[in-house]
């Protein structure tokens, strides 16, 4: 595999100059941190204050969804490594506007140790109320009757959404906590995976899979999914997941969803289009209302090839919260679009 990169161990921290070297109005560094970003105009005093993180390697997520209406700032690790709770800290107290600060990121064990530790970090050297939301679901993962305890993947883009436009009617940090976790409890992910990324600094992919195979369930790092087989059309892997994630959220005729369908990396968006056209031709037959459709990459796993599909389960505060603009260099969404 070919790569336009310099010294692969420095992959992280030039991808952390060249973002914020491209939005200089936008984001900057925190102060003595180069792990991280945050809004330009951070902190946002009256406001409670998003901070999200994980391992890089997931563009857009975590960096590009800082901006309005979304997270205040963000720590990054290493590709597919948790952030230091040291780089959480910092990133927290620089966006803290005086009304406290949500934890928004996937649930994977590194970044839940760290984001533990740097919220009584916080909470007992500067006094700042912390509330934690971690996302959680990948529906291959684990069963609905648990889903606290799967992995978050793609999803976290709704929870981006709903968590920041709440947080822009400064209202208190445990209104905001409660909308999102709301938002989490009520969405469901399962992707396909075609191929492996490559971690820029082993040059390897991180796992094998022949050029006829596709994996139904994958994990965005690699995880094992639920089934291995020959590839599939389109229309038939996406009823197979269609109706894994309508059965997940006890869809019926009526509810209202938001709908993403989202490129791991090195997929065509002709291919995501031809799988949203699946996805609303299946959904409609039930008589399942699509309220929004998102299609693109929201959040990647390097090169890797293959999407996934998100449902959200809405109901009426959580579409106003969908509704309303938001404003990052990766992600924009304009008043009554």
């Given at each position: 595999m070919k790569k336009i990169i310099n010294d692969p161990m420095a992959f992280v921290d030039e991808t952390l100059e060249g973002i914020v070297y491209a939005y200089p109005k936008q984001l900057r560094f925190p102060?003595?941190?180069?792990?991280?970003?945050?809004?330009?105009?951070?902190?946002?005093?009256?406001?409670?204050?998003?901070?999200?993180?994980g391992g890089s390697g997931?563009?857009?997520?975590?960096?590009?969804?800082?901006?309005?209406?979304?997270?205040?700032?963000?720590?990054?690790?290493?590709?597919?490594?948790?952030?230091?709770?040291?780089?959480?800290?910092?990133?927290?107290?620089?966006?803290?506007?005086g009304e406290g600060v949500l934890f928004l990121y996937g649930h994977?064990?590194?970044?839940?140790?760290?984001?533990?530790?740097a919220a009584e970090m916080l909470e007992e050297e500067d006094g700042i109320s912390v509330?934690?939301?971690?996302?959680?679901?990948?529906?291959?993962?684990?069963?609905?009757?648990?889903?606290?305890?799967?992995?978050?993947?793609?999803?976290?883009?709704?929870?981006?959404?709903?968590?920041?436009?709440?947080?822009?009617t400064m209202v208190p940090l445990e209104k905001v906590k409660e909308v999102t976790e709301r938002a989490v409890s009520k969405m469901a992910t399962m992707g396909v995976a075609l191929s492996s990324c490559i971690i820029p600094a082993s040059g390897n992919p991180t796992f094998d899979i022949e050029e006829d195979e596709m994996e139904i369930g994958m994990g965005i790092h690699g995880e094992p999914g639920i089934r291995r087989s020959k590839l599939k059309p389109a229309a038939e892997i996406v009823q197979e997941i269609v109706q894994y994630l309508s059965e997940d959220l006890t869809l019926s005729s009526g509810d209202e969803v938001a709908m993403l369908v989202n490129g791991s990396g090195s997929t065509p968006l002709e291919e995501l289009y031809i799988v949203n056209r699946e996805?609303?031709?299946l959904l409609s037959k039930q008589n399942i209302k699509i309220y929004r459709t998102y299609v693109g990459e929201y959040a990647t796993s390097l090169d890797m090839a293959?999407?996934?599909?998100?449902?959200?389960?809405?109901?009426?505060?959580?579409?106003?919260?969908?509704?309303?603009?938001?404003?990052?260099?990766?992600?924009?969404?304009?008043e009554g679009v």
């Open positions: 102060s003595d941190e180069k792990k991280g970003i945050v809004r330009a105009d951070a902190p946002v005093k009256g406001k409670v204050a998003i901070a999200t993180g997931h563009l857009p997520v975590f960096l590009g969804y800082v901006g309005k209406g979304l997270a205040d700032g963000s720590s990054v690790g290493n590709v597919f490594t948790s952030p230091s709770a040291d780089a959480m800290v910092n990133v927290a107290k620089e966006i803290h506007g994977y064990f590194g970044d839940k140790m760290n984001f533990d530790l509330k934690t939301v971690r996302v959680s679901d990948d529906a291959a993962s684990a069963p609905r009757d648990s889903w606290q305890n799967r992995r978050g993947v793609a999803g976290i883009f709704f929870a981006y959404k709903i968590a920041g436009a709440c947080a822009e996805v609303h031709i293959g999407c996934s599909i998100t449902l959200l389960k809405l109901d009426s505060e959580l579409k106003g919260y969908l509704d309303a603009p938001a404003d990052s260099p990766f992600f924009k969404q304009f």
